[in-house]
């Protein structure tokens, strides 16, 4: 923050590998910050105000801002992550204005910080991981986070993997659908959903062991699996996505393909080998944006 009381915040979006569903349970997840930033500058003023292309940027920025205890501010937004599209575009925004607002808390703090200023926003009992991954991804890693200790550590990502993206065009507001149900029902042991919940937390640590011995092969199995228990276990795909994920899976040199992020719409994932990208797009019908990863806001 300068003298005159103004300041800068950026942070990335992300793209959480695998471990989908675990992390308000406190179970391993592997997410990755991706090279698309929001961007949020702003100055003290006599009430909240924002410029923000984000839906309810207002509300968020002064969630956040009044979680961290900071005076209202005027504050403007500039963001290349898309809206509605799994790749928490929110945890980006909260963690670029805690990220200008507080540069001296550190990353967890700032982390927890944020994940109580979206659950008060939203009214969604979002867990801990898209605010650790805009605050704390590290280019060319993976975060291998554990939410119940918040112990983490980095995991080489490959440079030859590109992350896909890939848009299904159906939108849905996390508030309106069963989102917080499968939550209430994971964690009350309902059978179908703790399945799903115990054979991920499996493929996380099977993707780890890919990753650290380059196994690119056994990736794209584990995505495949990932999404076929997030579709029957825990229901949270769609007729659309569903054919959207055989699509990319079926393109040559995509190692595998799931949903992402909550459910219930959003995106699909998928990694593709680098250089056997081109193509993809046509193949699914469906805006792809590939990405790379990035340093978080509090890691440089």
């Given amino acids: ?51 923000s292309p984000v839906p309810d940027g207002l509300r968020f920025v002064r969630a956040v801002g009044e979680r961290l205890d900071a005076p209202p501010q005027r504050v403007r937004i ?12 929110s ?8 990220a200008g607002l507080r540069p001296e808390l550190s990353g967890v703090a700032a982390a927890l910080a944020c994940q109580a200023a979206e659950q008060a926003a939203r009214g969604v009992l979002v867990g801990v991981m898209d605010q650790f991954a805009a605050a704390l991804g590290r280019a060319g890693h993976a975060l291998l986070l554990d939410c119940g200790t918040l112990e983490y550590r980095y995991v080489p990502f490959p440079p030859t993997v590109l992350i896909a993206v890939i848009e299904s065009g159906v939108q849905r507001d996390l508030a309106d659908t069963p989102y917080n149900s499968r939550r209430r029902e994971a964690e009350s042991g309902l ?11 499996r493929r996380v640590d099977a993707f780890v062991a890919a990753l650290e011995r380059g196994d690119l092969p056994a990736l794209g199995r584990l995505l495949e699996e990932s999404h076929a228990s997030l579709r029957d276990d825990f229901e949270v795909s769609t007729p659309e996505i569903d054919a959207l994920v055989e699509r990319a899976s079926a393109h040559r040199g995509c190692l595998g393909a799931r949903i992402m992020g909550a459910g219930f719409g959003g995106s ?28 978080g806001a509090y890691v440089s």
Wanted: net charge negative; charged share 20%.
């Fill in 1 to 51: 923050m300068k003298p005159d009381g103004t300041w800068t915040g950026r942070a990335p979006g992300r793209v959480n590998l695998i471990g989908e569903h675990v992390d308000y349970l406190g179970g391993k997840v592997l997410p990755c910050a991706i090279d698309r930033f929001t961007t949020s500058t702003g100055a003290p003023a006599a009430e909240w105000e924002v410029i």
């Fill in 78 to 89: 500039e963001s290349s992550v898309p809206p509605s599209a799994g790749v928490s575009s």
């Fill in 91 to 98: 945890a980006a925004l909260l963690v670029s204005v805690a």
């Fill in 191 to 201: 059978p179908k959903r703790i399945r799903h919940v115990e054979s991920e937390l």
């Fill in 268 to 295: 699909v994932l998928a990694l593709v080998e680098a250089g056997r990208e081109g193509g993809l797009e046509s193949a699914v019908g469906r805006p792809v944006l590939f990405c790379q990863t990035a340093d």
